[in-house]
């Protein structure tokens, strides 16, 4: 996905200004910044749920309006929200996100049936498949939305605030999944979230959003405690994981 010279305009305010980026398949892409810096603005225009003020947007070269993104296959936003029918089973409704790819008056193919359970094992929904989605604890069902969410396979994957109150295991679980989804070089996820450590775990490539701007890019070497400093206005000391080698902040309040 090419972005160019992307700008949203509110009440006369600039939301987005002159935003350009690619994202390739095969990576994650994180997005952070501080409240207001338009990181959900940037993830709903690429989704198309706001239509961009000027600037494109091309998937596999194409250009595609607000309108044409919103119904394309080839983009899924997520942003959690609970499903309507919350007496259908887990299994069913996971399955369900597989039907822009049902054949008119047919059953699920096995090959949509092996993806949707692919992907609940992968973030350990397996233990709940008869449970209605209405009776799911709440980690467990903001983990279902996410499957859900995978489990359509778009190109693009836009996850806005995918971190919110998931616990440890729910983070780590959504880091491998991530990663197996975009393995095969075909797909790219794009990840805004304000868990600072999770991003720098995860992703390939980080965007810096300061007042609708890209401020800042790069991978994980980028996480600096002058650069939290900077952007969200909090001291850090940075610490490198035991395992990973990647860095990690370790906020203080000031003295």
Do not use: W
């Amino acid at each position: 996905m090419d972005i160019a010279n992307l700008t949203l305009m509110t009440g006369g305010r600039t939301i987005i200004d002159d935003v350009t980026a690619t994202l390739s398949d095969g990576e994650i892409v994180g997005v952070i910044g501080r409240s207001g810096a338009g990181k959900t603005s940037l993830v709903k225009v690429i989704a198309g749920l706001i239509a961009e003020r000027g600037g494109t947007i091309r998937i596999n070269g194409r250009a595609l309006s607000a309108g044409q993104r919103r119904k394309s296959m080839e983009i899924t936003y997520h942003d959690g929200a609970a499903p309507r029918n919350q007496d259908e089973r887990l299994v069913d409704f996971l399955l369900l996100s597989r039907m822009p790819y049902k054949k008119f008056m047919s059953p699920f193919s096995d090959r949509d049936r092996q993806i949707a359970d692919e992907y609940a094992g992968l973030l350990s929904l397996d233990p709940y498949n008869n449970e209605p989605v209405g009776n799911l604890p709440g980690g467990i069902m903001k983990r279902a939305m996410l499957a859900h969410s995978l489990i359509r396979q778009s190109h693009v994957l836009l996850l806005d605030n995918p971190t919110d109150g998931l616990d440890i295991l729910s983070l780590n679980l959504l880091k491998r999944t991530l990663s197996h989804y975009v393995m095969n070089g075909d797909r790219t996820a794009l990840v805004c979230s304000n868990d600072l450590n999770f991003i720098f775990r995860t992703a390939d490539r980080i965007i810096v959003m300061d007042g609708g701007m890209t401020a800042l890019t790069g991978g994980a070497d980028i996480m600096t405690a002058d650069m939290i400093r900077k952007f969200f206005g909090v001291e850090a000391v940075i610490s490198r994981n035991v395992y990973s080698g990647k860095p990690e902040a370790h906020f203080f309040p000031d003295a």
